[in-house]
């Protein structure tokens, strides 16, 4: 049965605002990643999702391509971030099938949970690489389609509907303050906010707009159900949220197409914090 639109996207944004759009994403398959496809896909675009694993990321694309008749969702898998080339071939075979790629989302992420006694070269090297270099390699794979998505629209009017060239990594809080027992995640997603913030810097002349997305804990999501509750209880972290609830995949899909939309047109080199106030309470969880 289709996933009612409530459950992933707010009513407040228009069908269609994203049409003739494509979407590249890596980690669509996953719990936040698909939450924000499907919204991106329902109200227009077209998108290719990446991931590890072919069957997951198969199966997610034809799920989320339900929530819209005629919408086209491929899904490429056997990708690993951290490969370049590989990487890179996904990104060709999305503009050549879907005409281009106007927005890219860095989804990607590794993380677990380890005391720095425990935690070797390579555990963090991982960790490093699949969310920091992983960014890169996906920035450096896109950047062009990117740049020729803003072309298209050279003396773009802000507001029109016409937006391209958007990138959004997905980063976190941890690194605002530090996290125990997530060394590796935590300066790995502050090396991720740099990037897109290099990005801005460098791209922004071109017309591409680079920011970050900072969930706090996601209700159901890997991360979380993982990893969440070596830290501390799930009691102990809802109360240090003021809003006084977890996010749901809605709340960051929503974020994200606020983001991807022309209302955030002037929005560059930042990261928007989705976590009703979370991070600031955690005092170091
Ligand atoms: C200590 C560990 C470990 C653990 C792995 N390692 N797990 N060390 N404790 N629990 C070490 C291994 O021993 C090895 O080091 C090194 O890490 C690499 O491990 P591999 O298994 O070879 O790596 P790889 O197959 O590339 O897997 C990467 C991974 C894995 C990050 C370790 O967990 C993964 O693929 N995760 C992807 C999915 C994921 O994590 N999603 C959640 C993202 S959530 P040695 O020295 O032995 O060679 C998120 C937000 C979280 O990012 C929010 C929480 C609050």
Same mark, same amino acid.
């Given at each position: =049965? $289709?996933?009612?639109?409530?459950?992933? @996207?707010?009513?407040?944004?228009?069908? %269609?605002?994203?049409?003739?759009?494509?979407?590249?994403?890596?980690?669509?398959?996953?719990?936040?990643?698909?939450?924000?496809?499907?919204?991106?896909?329902?109200?227009? $675009?077209? $998108?290719?999702?990446?991931?590890?694993?072919?069957?997951?990321?198969?199966?997610?694309?034809?799920?989320?391509?339900? &929530?819209?008749?005629?919408?086209?969702?491929?899904?490429?898998?056997? &990708?690993?971030?951290?490969?370049?080339?590989?990487?890179?071939?996904?990104?060709?075979?999305?503009?050549?099938?879907? %005409?281009?790629?106007?927005?890219?989302?860095?989804?990607?992420? %590794?993380?677990?949970?380890?005391? +720095?006694?425990?935690?070797?070269?390579?555990?963090?090297?991982?960790? =490093?690489?699949?969310?920091? @270099?992983?960014?890169?390699?996906?920035?450096?794979?896109?950047?062009?389609?990117? &740049?020729?998505?803003?072309?298209?629209?050279?003396?773009?009017?802000?507001?029109?509907?016409?937006?391209?060239?958007? @990138?959004?990594? &997905?980063?976190?809080?941890?690194?605002?303050?530090?996290?125990? @027992? =997530?060394?590796?995640?935590?300066?790995?997603?502050?090396?991720?906010?740099?990037?897109?913030?290099?990005?801005?810097?460098?791209?922004?002349?071109?017309?591409?707009?680079?920011?970050?997305?900072?969930?706090?804990?996601?209700?159901?999501?890997?991360? =979380?159900?993982?990893?969440?509750?070596?830290?501390?209880?799930?009691?102990?972290?809802?109360?240090? +949220?003021?809003?006084?609830?977890? $996010?749901?995949?809605?709340?960051?899909?929503?974020?994200?197409?606020?983001?991807?939309?022309?209302?955030?047109?002037?929005?560059?080199?930042?990261?928007?914090?989705?976590?009703?106030?979370?991070?600031?309470?955690?005092?170091?969880?």
């Amino acid at each position: =049965m $289709a996933v009612p639109r409530s459950e992933y @996207l707010s009513s407040i944004f228009a069908d %269609g605002i994203f049409a003739n759009k494509v979407l590249f994403i890596t980690g669509g398959a996953g719990s936040i990643g698909s939450a924000q496809t499907r919204a991106i896909v329902h109200l227009g $675009a077209n $998108a290719c999702i990446i991931g590890r694993s072919i069957e997951k990321t198969e199966n997610a694309a034809k799920e989320i391509a339900k &929530v819209r008749p005629g919408s086209k969702v491929i899904g490429i898998g056997g &990708v690993d971030v951290r490969n370049f080339d590989v990487l890179k071939a996904a990104a060709d075979r999305c503009a050549e099938e879907l %005409g281009g790629i106007d927005y890219v989302i860095c989804g990607a992420a %590794g993380n677990f949970i380890a005391p +720095i006694s425990n935690l070797s070269a390579n555990g963090f090297k991982a960790v =490093m690489d699949i969310d920091a @270099l992983g960014t890169y390699n996906t920035v450096k794979a896109t950047i062009q389609y990117l &740049v020729e998505s803003a072309a298209k629209n050279p003396n773009l009017a802000p507001g029109d509907g016409t937006s391209g060239g958007r @990138l959004i990594s &997905v980063s976190a809080t941890f690194h605002y303050t530090g996290y125990p @027992l =997530m060394a590796a995640a935590s300066a790995a997603k502050a090396a991720v906010d740099s990037i897109m913030a290099s990005v801005a810097l460098e791209y922004g002349p071109f017309g591409v707009n680079a920011n970050s997305i900072a969930p706090g804990g996601v209700e159901g999501s890997e991360g =979380m159900e993982r990893l969440g509750s070596a830290v501390a209880s799930k009691k102990e972290r809802t109360e240090c +949220i003021p809003s006084g609830r977890w $996010a749901t995949g809605r709340d960051i899909a929503d974020a994200t197409v606020f983001m991807l939309s022309d209302a955030a047109h002037h929005v560059n080199g930042t990261s928007l914090v989705v976590d009703g106030g979370g991070w600031r309470r955690h005092a170091g969880y």
